[in-house]
């Protein structure tokens, strides 16, 4: 291998990346931006449910109960229904997401401790926000009818210790809040760092489409030296990301930093060299750039999102998808950044990550110098 | 194959799948020619010429250049090549000088030979004043003339140029050959394909390549000569009708039309002249211009080719 060769293609690469604008914007720009955007859509918080109420039993009890389950933040009351008709018009036009039927006997059976008779209507059409509705009026509903219970036990002269055999107390280690934002940040860098995996598949089509192609060949270059050669400079521009993005996370999200940056900053590297390995072998086969980033997306950024475990777990995947997700790098990224930023794991214990990484990175550098032929037909 | 046969190519067939591109072409270039090759569109120049280059493989046959068996080693042949792709092939975004320097690292010249040599080919590609302008913003010409330098600074025994003067105008090409003639006469193999049969005369030997086939190799003279028979040129005021009127004519072997004069090869200029002449002036037709012309290779081609069309 000579290292002029090595070195000049780079030395053109890093300059391209400099002086081109979409380059420039694609590998350093956009995986930022991304990571911003989809924190804060994937990480939101539902809150200010619009529900209406509509109370048959009319009596102090279920305004106190309405008066109860609007506290929060998490449900707003939208409209007091005077009938099942209105309810049913609120929901078709989308003015509320559930509703909450009191029946005549509300106050009644509650206070002769026969249950609630409640009915709560949602919008199935949204599940996640009507679920989160039953579930919190569920909650509130519960601790209402505990408190008059208690009310009532207290009343006829009962201990409450007795009547709670079970104390749990469930604790959420490493992200004790469980703030969501803090788990996903994480898992969302194994996607956003590997962006430069795009400008690398386009950029053998680039010198196709512009013809240098044919120009380059008819050099005495290596095939190895000029897969090498254009993909360090993405892997260093991809190391700018690694130091960057991260004090974003740090400064904007909170998110916690347990674990070594250095071990960090050599397993990102590792795992650029994977990534971007993965991103050569799709622009050895793609003579087009569209063709190119067509298939990155395909093969790089849609399994990055459902394969790698950061939203499903890879053990909840069907066989065939969990066999598939072993040979993306960012499965095994993901389970280091997540060790790196909340558990605080090092080296000792993610090595063999880091090993799979090598492996791919090695056998995805072998397929692309395997099927790159020097010739232009 | 002695040390002045630079270039040998036996039987060399290329296949693109059902498609014949070259077939089986036999060549002999000797070091230090200026070798032409000429034909229509499709024929298969650039398919040679990047045959040549390393850039294609070969279906059968051998090709040897400068002592280096091509099928065996392309990759010492192509340092010892300067290939110049027909479309613009530098980086863009590079500057003049970044484009040169890139192309030296690529053939391996040390960094000392390029500070000495880079100076002189920017002289001599008159790009001196554009050293670091982006190649991109450069016109036409200027790039063709940085295309060419990149493929020199390594000094290369052979250069292979595929229509390096097309789409530039008039006096780049006439700079661009003055270029390519300074370094025929220091003794650099120069294969050159192009459309233009002006520049098909200044090589010292041409290949008319059609359907993948060396038709006719030789000097422009004696292709010029091989036509039996003279030119006459004729200017009317109807160059439609006329041509109608002479090509059945007796003695009239092909009329070819160049804007509004013809070109009409006859059999002999002494026979047929009056004899037009009379056919025109029977058809009431105005002759502004009438005159026995010398062969131009343009014409020697045309003819060639219809002759072996007609063979087929």
């Not at chain 1, 005549?104 to 679920?131: C, H, N, V, W, Y």
């Not at chain 1, 002269?157 to 959420?172: A, F, Y």
């Not at chain 2, 010492?76 to 970044?98: H, R, T």
Request: hydrophobic share 45%; glycine share 8%.
């Amino acid at each position: 291998m000579s290292f002029r060769h090595l070195w000049a293609v780079i030395r053109k690469e890093l300059l391209h990346i400099l002086r081109d604008r979409g380059t420039f914007l694609l590998v350093l720009v956009t995986p930022t931006l991304v990571l911003l955007l989809m924190t804060y859509s994937l990480a939101v918080k539902i809150q200010h449910v619009p529900i209406a109420l509509l109370d048959y039993d009319q009596s102090p009890t279920s305004r106190e109960f309405m008066h109860q389950i609007t506290a929060g933040d998490d449900l707003d009351l939208y409209e007091n229904a005077a009938s099942m008709e209105q309810i049913e018009d609120l929901l078709i036009k989308g003015k509320i997401k559930a509703a909450i039927i009191i029946g005549p006997e509300f106050s009644k059976d509650l206070l002769a401790m026969r249950g609630l008779s409640l009915q709560i209507i949602i919008d199935g059409t949204e599940p996640e926000t009507g679920g989160f509705a039953v579930d919190h009026i569920g909650w509130r509903a519960e601790s209402f009818a505990n408190d008059i219970l208690a009310d009532q036990i207290l009343t006829s002269g009962i201990s409450l210790d007795s009547l709670e055999p079970i104390d749990l107390r469930i604790r959420s280690w490493y992200n004790p809040s469980l703030e969501p934002r803090i788990d996903i940040v994480p898992g969302l860098l194994s996607i956003v760092l590997g962006f430069p995996a795009f400008s690398v598949a386009l950029t053998l089509a680039r010198e196709h489409e512009h013809s240098t192609m044919e120009q380059l060949l008819a050099t005495p270059i290596s095939r190895i030296e000029l897969l090498l050669g254009k993909m360090i400079p993405y892997i260093l521009a991809g190391m700018v990301n690694v130091i960057v993005i991260p004090l974003i996370a740090l400064a904007w999200f909170d998110v916690p930093f347990n674990g070594s940056f250095l071990e960090f900053l050599l397993l990102s590297a590792i795992f650029l060299f994977a990534e971007l390995s993965m991103g050569m072998v799709i622009g050895v086969f793609m003579k087009s750039q569209s063709a190119a980033l067509a298939l990155s997306f395909l093969v790089v950024l849609f399994p990055g999102f459902f394969l790698t475990g950061i939203f499903f777990p890879i053990a909840a995947l069907p066989e065939m998808a969990r066999m598939e997700s072993l040979f993306l790098p960012g499965t095994h990224y993901a389970i280091i950044t997540r060790g790196v930023f909340l558990t605080g794991i090092g080296m000792d214990t993610l090595w063999p990550y880091a090993i799979m990484l090598v492996i791919l990175g090695a056998a995805f550098t072998g397929t692309a110098a395997l099927f790159f032929k020097k010739k232009l037909a | 194959m002695t040390d002045k046969e630079f270039i040998k190519i036996t039987d060399l067939t290329r296949k693109f799948k059902d498609n014949i591109a070259l077939d089986s072409i036999n060549l002999t270039i000797q070091e230090g020619e200026l070798f032409g090759l000429v034909g229509p569109d499709g024929a298969g120049k650039t398919t040679l010429l990047r045959t040549l280059a390393g850039l294609l493989g070969i279906s059968s046959g051998e090709v040897r250049e400068a002592g280096c068996d091509l099928r065996k080693n392309s990759e010492a042949v192509k340092s010892k090549i300067g290939y110049m792709a027909q479309e613009f092939s530098l980086y863009g975004k590079l500057s003049v000088l970044e484009n040169l320097q890139f192309f030296g690292e690529m053939y391996d010249v040390p960094p000392g030979l390029q500070k000495e040599r880079i100076p002189g080919l920017l002289a001599f590609a008159q790009l001196t004043d554009f050293t670091n302008r982006r190649a991109a913003k450069l016109s036409g010409g200027m790039k063709k003339k940085l295309a060419l330098a990149c493929t020199l600074l390594h000094q290369p025994p052979i250069l292979l140029l595929d229509e390096p003067t097309t789409g530039v105008d008039p006096v780049s090409r006439r700079e661009f050959w003055n270029i390519l003639n300074d370094l025929h006469l220091d003794g650099t193999t120069i294969i050159v394909s192009t459309p233009y049969m002006d520049e098909a005369d200044r090589c010292s030997r041409v290949g008319l390549i059609y359907q993948g086939r060396i038709a006719v190799c030789d000097s422009p003279k004696n292709i010029r000569q091989k036509i039996e028979g003279e030119f006459i040129k004729i200017v009317t005021n109807d160059w439609q009708k006329a041509r109608e009127i002479i090509h059945p004519l007796k003695g009239v072997l092909e009329v070819q039309s160049y804007g509004e004069a013809l070109h009409i090869l006859v059999d002999s200029s002494t026979k047929r002249l009056g004899q037009i002449q009379k056919a025109l002036r029977k058809n009431k037709l105005e002759i502004m211009e009438i005159r026995v012309i010398k062969p131009r290779m343009e014409e020697a081609f045309i003819s060639l080719i219809r002759k072996i069309g007609q063979t087929n």
